[in-house]
């Protein structure tokens, strides 16, 4: 799997959008970018996934660069609850031996700030 | 709503003791992972199954972890014997293989072992 890089921490006020960054140069055709986050204390919690075209949930929005070596998951107006570790993975997205693996780097910590 | 469960939520054992920690996948999720947090490795995986068969233990210490799914409803990770440096955040997720990929993991509470 390609590595991911994130920043270590964001601050984010109450209501705006958080706009979260992830760098994957490295990324091949056949890989998708997945989000994840953890609220203190509970399991990773899905978020969205993406392989080239934009894509947008219930949850959040996800941009993927044209070259697809970054893209930014949007927190359309963040909430004292979305405070959370967020983690940005890059999977390929076939079922096979260890294709299913998630691997999590350190992700951004993510503080709403009231 | 469907969540996956963990039991126990917390265990407190000494060293050399065997460790049980069973999970509960969402009904009709025929995918089953096991991983384990620590503040130095971060999450890790450490198996997976599906539909019961193990998939990849690549992640798992052979000499003393063993994963188990004894049905659809119970996947079993054991530690014997358990080693200070076992102490972590065990979690268990499941899915559904939809289209050849999982793609959406759901994840449970999480079994915090302390091992003296």
């Known amino acids: 799997d390609a590595k991911t890089t994130q920043p270590p921490s964001m601050d984010c006020a109450e209501g705006r959008a958080a706009n979260l960054p992830c760098n994957h140069s490295?990324?091949?055709?056949?890989?998708?970018v997945y989000w994840y986050r953890q609220i203190h204390s509970q399991g990773p919690q899905y978020i969205i996934h993406?392989?080239?075209n934009n894509e947008t949930n219930e949850m959040a929005s996800l941009i993927i660069t044209e070259d697809r070596k970054s893209s930014t998951l949007i927190l359309p107006h963040a909430t004292l609850r979305d405070t959370a570790v967020y983690y940005c993975i890059v999977r390929v997205a076939v079922s096979g031996f260890g294709n299913e693996k998630l691997t999590f780097g350190t992700g951004t910590r993510l503080t709403i700030i009231p | 709503d469907a969540r996956v469960t963990q039991t126990p939520r917390d265990k407190v054992t000494e060293m050399g003791q065997e460790v049980t920690m069973r999970c509960q996948p969402i009904?009709?999720?025929?995918?089953v992972f096991w991983y384990r947090q620590t503040m130095m490795q971060g999450l890790e995986l450490l198996a997976y199954?599906?539909?019961?068969?193990?998939?990849?233990d690549s992640g798992m210490p052979k000499d003393r972890f063993s994963a188990e799914m004894p049905d659809a409803t119970l996947a079993t990770l054991k530690i014997q014997p358990s080693e200070p440096r076992d102490s972590a955040v065990y979690f268990c997720a499941s899915g559904f293989l939809l289209a050849g990929v999982v793609n959406e993991q759901f994840f449970g509470p999480g079994t915090r072992l302390t091992v003296l």
């Open positions: 490295t990324i091949s055709g056949n890989e998708y």
């Open positions: 199954f599906r539909n019961r068969a193990p998939l990849d």
């Open positions: 009904l009709g999720h025929n995918t």
């Open positions: 993406g392989l080239k």
